[in-house]
């Protein structure tokens, strides 16, 4: 997790993972993502401010939003991603 905001946020490229794979079979829904969201902005509120603070914000909003989009098409076509 470091490593991928290190990434993300500090163009230090220290990540080479791929981010989505863990979560594909994950049973959970916009509910949980609703609330992962809650946390981490109510986190980032109390522990930074400033400009990377918002880009962590928007970054981690369209993360959430893509992961569902992919965790929703994969169920639907009953399908897997290559990588
Ligand atoms: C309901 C929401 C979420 C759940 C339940 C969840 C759960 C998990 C789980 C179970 C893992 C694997 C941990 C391990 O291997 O020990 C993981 C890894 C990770 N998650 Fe999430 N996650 C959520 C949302 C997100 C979002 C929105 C992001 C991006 C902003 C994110 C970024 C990551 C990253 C970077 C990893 C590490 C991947 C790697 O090992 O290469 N997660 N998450």
């Not at 490593?3 to 993300?8: G, Y």
């Not at 959430?64 to 990588?83: C, D, G, R, V, W």
């Amino acid at each position: 997790m470091y490593s991928f905001w290190q990434t993300v946020l500090l163009e230090e490229h220290t990540y080479y993972g791929a981010p989505f794979m863990p979560h594909m079979n994950l049973p959970v829904s916009k509910k949980h993502f609703d609330r992962w969201l809650e946390l981490f902005f109510k986190t980032l509120d109390e522990l930074f401010s400033g400009e990377k603070a918002e880009e962590a914000r928007w970054r981690a909003n369209k993360m959430a939003e893509m992961f569902q989009l992919k965790i929703a098409h994969y169920q639907k076509t009953n399908s897997k991603p290559l990588i």
